[in-house]
């Protein structure tokens, strides 16, 4: 004799399956309106997100992203200029 899935299970065999990707792609979808790109761009890559439903996100993560025009700070050296934080006697 098996045993059946309990009502609980279900649910949360649900709530994995649909709604985690569907988080994701909410994010992803925030991450894209608030990018660097031309209207058309932006349209492209939702399309890409959403109609692709697991290698969309990824593509977008992987390729989509513009860089962040910042210096890079390296590991184990200030961020900030010491000597401008430093009193003088």
């Not at 569907?22 to 994010?27: C, M, N, P, T």
Request: charged content about 15%.
């Amino acid at each position: 004799m098996s045993r059946s899935r309990g009502c609980a299970t279900n649910s949360i065999l649900f709530l994995i399956i649909v709604f985690l990707p569907l988080v994701g792609h909410i994010i992803e979808t925030i991450f894209v309106l608030e990018d660097d790109h031309s209207a058309l761009g932006k349209v492209f890559w939702l399309l890409i997100i959403w109609a692709i439903p697991f290698l969309g996100p990824f593509l977008y993560l992987v390729f989509g992203q513009r860089p962040v025009n910042r210096p890079r700070v390296m590991f184990g050296q200030p961020g900030y200029n010491p000597d401008l934080y430093q009193r003088r006697y």
